[in-house]
């Protein structure tokens, strides 16, 4: 795979004249170690052979022979300097010669036999793998559009790069059929509600697959859940339905603990003699003395208290 911040493959088996699935892959920036050793040993050589070339040019006085020197001490000091390799603290170097793994290498300063071995450099940190927007239809029959994202890192280079053609893909291959499987045997409720427990699902499935391929899955998270805007709607009104009713019911029962209130508070006020008095005259005291209230008593309260009296002994 080539080294790029964003690598896109077209997904294969598509109908003519269908819109191309693209899956991308964020590498993150590519960050080379300068090989200042290789450097080094490459113009230290091509000295040394330029020394020699003048020596011969000088024994022979012949300008051929300076120039034969000169391109092989160039091709020599070319492949001898291919030998020393620079793998970063994050990069691993697997080691081919003449096509059959070696061993690894790295990081650091590692030395190989020039044109006989190869090295493929893999990147050991996490990486992040954008999972494209997948159509499902849930358990209840609801379709939904769901993206996720996934962070894995490569613990073993060589199953990695010998056992798969090519790990980033497979994986995002695995990991999207492994959400639609996880998805599809959930209800809408479910989905919405257990987010944390779909990707800790997703995630147990395809590390047991992923082991076998050098790779290790950090996490999975769910990003965005897509439903058809009707069924958003519906799912509005119902929410607004739901909060009508608690709302109508706790004002319900207000009422009804006002009410109780209200009647204990009218036993104690028949109980007592002047406490019809005091509530009367606390009531208008919280009028405010302002000349915009106007307190207007038909009947004073002591002569409502006289007939009250009056009429009590009679109906005895």
Request: no cysteine; proline share 3%.
């Given at each position: 795979m080539a080294d790029s911040d964003i690598i896109t493959e077209l997904a294969a088996g598509q109908d003519a004249g269908a819109p191309a699935k693209r899956y991308a892959y964020h590498r993150g920036s590519v960050v080379r170690m300068f090989n200042g050793v290789a450097t080094l040993i490459f113009f230290g050589l091509l000295l040394?052979?330029?020394v020699l070339s003048f020596s011969a040019y000088a024994a022979?006085?012949?300008?051929?022979v300076f120039t034969f020197f000169e391109i092989v001490s160039f091709i020599?000091?070319?492949?001898?300097?291919?030998?020393a390799r620079i793998a970063a603290q994050w990069e691993k170097g697997l080691v081919f010669r003449l096509g059959k793994f070696s061993g690894l290498r790295g990081p650091g300063l590692f030395l190989i036999i020039p044109i006989i071995d190869s090295v493929a450099m893999i990147d050991t940190r996490i990486q992040t793998l954008d999972i494209p927007k997948q159509q499902v239809i849930t358990k209840d029959n609801v379709p939904v559009s769901i993206n996720a994202v996934l962070y894995f890192k490569v613990v073993a280079p060589d199953d990695a790069i010998i056992k798969v053609q090519d790990y980033s893909y497979a994986v995002s291959n695995y990991a999207q059929a492994t959400l639609r499987d996880v998805v599809g045997g959930m209800t809408l409720d479910e989905l919405l509600a257990e987010r944390q427990k779909i990707g800790e699902e997703i995630e147990k499935i395809v590390l047991a697959e992923s082991k076998n391929w050098g790779l290790e899955i950090t996490n999975i998270k769910i990003q965005?859940?897509?439903?058809?805007?009707?069924?958003?709607?519906?799912m509005s009104?119902?929410?607004s339905a739901e909060r009508e009713k608690r709302a109508t019911i706790t004002k319900a029962e207000g009422d009804k603990l006002a009410?109780?209130?209200l009647a204990e508070a009218a036993h104690t006020m028949a109980a007592s003699p002047g406490a019809m008095q005091l509530r009367t005259l606390q009531t208008i005291d919280g009028l405010g003395p302002t000349a915009s209230n106007t307190v207007v008593i038909a009947v004073p309260i002591d002569?409502?208290?006289?007939v009250k009296a009056f009429v009590g002994p009679k109906s005895a």
């Amino acid at each position: 795979m080539a080294d790029s911040d964003i690598i896109t493959e077209l997904a294969a088996g598509q109908d003519a004249g269908a819109p191309a699935k693209r899956y991308a892959y964020h590498r993150g920036s590519v960050v080379r170690m300068f090989n200042g050793v290789a450097t080094l040993i490459f113009f230290g050589l091509l000295l040394v052979g330029t020394v020699l070339s003048f020596s011969a040019y000088a024994a022979t006085s012949s300008s051929a022979v300076f120039t034969f020197f000169e391109i092989v001490s160039f091709i020599l000091a070319w492949i001898i300097s291919s030998a020393a390799r620079i793998a970063a603290q994050w990069e691993k170097g697997l080691v081919f010669r003449l096509g059959k793994f070696s061993g690894l290498r790295g990081p650091g300063l590692f030395l190989i036999i020039p044109i006989i071995d190869s090295v493929a450099m893999i990147d050991t940190r996490i990486q992040t793998l954008d999972i494209p927007k997948q159509q499902v239809i849930t358990k209840d029959n609801v379709p939904v559009s769901i993206n996720a994202v996934l962070y894995f890192k490569v613990v073993a280079p060589d199953d990695a790069i010998i056992k798969v053609q090519d790990y980033s893909y497979a994986v995002s291959n695995y990991a999207q059929a492994t959400l639609r499987d996880v998805v599809g045997g959930m209800t809408l409720d479910e989905l919405l509600a257990e987010r944390q427990k779909i990707g800790e699902e997703i995630e147990k499935i395809v590390l047991a697959e992923s082991k076998n391929w050098g790779l290790e899955i950090t996490n999975i998270k769910i990003q965005d859940i897509d439903m058809p805007e009707e069924l958003k709607k519906m799912m509005s009104r119902q929410a607004s339905a739901e909060r009508e009713k608690r709302a109508t019911i706790t004002k319900a029962e207000g009422d009804k603990l006002a009410a109780f209130n209200l009647a204990e508070a009218a036993h104690t006020m028949a109980a007592s003699p002047g406490a019809m008095q005091l509530r009367t005259l606390q009531t208008i005291d919280g009028l405010g003395p302002t000349a915009s209230n106007t307190v207007v008593i038909a009947v004073p309260i002591d002569i409502m208290e006289a007939v009250k009296a009056f009429v009590g002994p009679k109906s005895a």
